[in-house]
Structure formats: structure tokens, C-alpha cells
């Protein structure tokens, strides 16, 4: 029987690297959201284990035991796999429960791949947050293109963010995301630019506007901006580094395969560019 709790933040627990980073935003996102959150680990292959070593990636004070116990013998049998990541499960929780004891926790400790475990908690949780190395053999960008349920990336170390920017495009996608971001309390307490790369022309101009009153209208303190720019992710970049914004929002991946075939993808460059932490909203 599952234990996946509905509505949930699910903290992605595969980047030996990214663990803290991973922990301190999904308690940041449980404690806006007032969720419970849900710890993963999925056990890697004994492939993917030579790779991995998840010494060192949490600073607590107790449980170094624990820690020695993570540095095993290179060639772990299946079971030994298992126990790790249960020992693994039981330092992320100690953790969350030293920096924050009022937030409800738990455990989800899969047999499988990554990326069937995010297709596990894919329809019910509410936000998923994932390092930005993962070390399973799908990529970051495939994780991401099939999931239903926004996600959070994040480098190391997590910083509380101040200020979002929301790159507006005037698509499905973004109209969608815009009516979340009005909804959710995730982002209240902060400035939101939302900033639209394009033609300064009525259209945009007017679809701009609208969505910034959108946001007013819904109590957000907002910025807008329309930069007159061919390169989407110079642009984004450019004005996030300028105006030293903490949270960066995107849909993910509304370009037609074919176009990013020829042109790129302006996800996939902002997912290797930025080095804040990256809210990516399903495709509409």
C-alpha cells in the first residue's frame, strides 16, 4: 500500500552533491505551501553506484555513523544498496527535523529508476525538488519534459529567495503558469518581475500588461519588463543577473520538438545557464 501523502513537496534525494541544497528548499516550499514533505530516494543500479557517494552530503552533528557507513565497499550487493538508501532516508529526515521540528515528514524508498519514481509521485504531489546533477542515466531535461508537476532545480547551496523572475511569453503554457502563480502561496512574499523577450509591438505590449495586473490583482509585488532581444536566454540571464533575482520561472519546454531541433531549446539553455534555483511549469 503507498504512503505517498497527496499535495505533498517531494525532496529527490539522488545528487550525493545537491542533498542539502535539495532538503533546505523543499522545507522552504513545505513551510510557504504548509504541505508535508515526501522524501525519495530511488536504489541505483550497481552501475550507477560506483558513481555515486552520498559521504559527506548532509552537515549535521549526530549520526556520523551513519555517514562511514555510506563510503561501503565499491561492489554493494543488491540489499546493501537498499540499506543505504534507508540510512540515507533516516539522515534527510534527522535533518529536517533539526532545522525545522514542526514539519511533517516522510519516506519513500523506491526500487526503481529515478524516473520511475517521479512518474510515481508525478500526479499527486504539488511541487518536485530535484538537484541539478542527477545520476541517473535519463537527463535532467527528460525528467523534466514528462512530468506533469512543477519542478523546482536547484543548485548548492539553496538561498532563500527575495525575488522571482517569471519569463512571460504570452503561451498556453505561461498563461497557465501565470494563473498558478496567482493561486499559489509559494511565491506571495516575493517581487516578481515578470519579463516578456520580444517585439516591442502592441501585442505584446498589451499581453504584458494584462498579465501584470493579473499578478497585482492577486496581491503580488511585481515588475514588468519587455527586452527587445533575439536571444531568449542571453536576455533572461542578462536582466536576472542585473537585478540580482533569486528564482527564476519558466514553462518547460513549449517549443515544438522540430524547432528545438533547429534553434535549440531555450529550457534546456537556461537549465545549463542559470545558477539560481529554477521553477519549471509543465507544458500546457
Given amino acids: 500500500m503507498s504512503n505517498l501523502k497527496p499535495d505533498s513537496v517531494i525532496a529527490c534525494l539522488d545528487c550525493p552533491d545537491h542533498v542539502q541544497a535539495v532538503l533546505d528548499a523543499t522545507m522552504w516550499a513545505s513551510i510557504r505551501l504548509q504541505v508535508p514533505i515526501g522524501l525519495l530516494h530511488s536504489v541505483p543500479s550497481l552501475q550507477q553506484k560506483a558513481a555515486v557517494d552520498y559521504s559527506c552530503c548532509l552537515n549535521i552533528d549526530d549520526e556520523n555513523t551513519l555517514l562511514d557507513q555510506f563510503t561501503a565497499k565499491e561492489h554493494s550487493s543488491n540489499s546493501e544498496l537498499k540499506a543505504q538508501g534507508k540510512l540515507l532516508l533516516h539522515q534527510a529526515t534527522t535533518y529536517c527535523a533539526q532545522q525545522h521540528p514542526k514539519l511533517k515528514t516522510y519516506t519513500l524508498h523506491r526500487h526503481e529508476h529515478l524516473n520511475e519514481s517521479i512518474d510515481y509521485v508525478d500526479d499527486k504531489a504539488q511541487l518536485i525538488v530535484i538537484g541539478h546533477h542527477v545520476t ?94 533575439r536571444d531568449v536566454t542571453a536576455a533572461l540571464n542578462y536582466y536576472q543577473n542585473e537585478n540580482d533575482i533569486g528564482l527564476l520561472m519558466t514553462g518547460a519546454f513549449g517549443q515544438s520538438r522540430l524547432r528545438e531541433l533547429l534553434q535549440g531549446s531555450d529550457t534546456k539553455k537556461l537549465l545549463g545557464s542559470t545558477k539560481t534555483p529554477y521553477l519549471l511549469f509543465p507544458k500546457a
Fill in 136 to 229: 541517473c542515466k535519463s537527463t535532467l531535461s527528460q525528467l523534466i519534459r514528462v512530468s506533469h508537476c512543477p519542478i523546482l532545480v536547484t543548485h548548492a547551496p539553496f538561498l532563500l529567495p527575495t525575488t522571482a523572475l517569471f519569463a512571460f511569453d504570452n503561451s498556453p503554457t505561461s498563461h497557465k503558469l501565470l494563473n498558478w502563480l496567482c493561486k499559489t502561496p509559494l511565491i506571495r512574499a516575493l517581487t516578481v518581475h515578470i519579463v516578456m523577450v520580444g517585439k516591442e509591438n502592441s501585442e505584446n505590449c498589451d499581453a504584458l500588461r494584462e498579465a501584470y495586473a493579473r499578478l497585482k490583482q492577486a496581491g503580488i509585488k511585481s515588475k514588468k519588463a519587455l527586452l527587445d532581444c
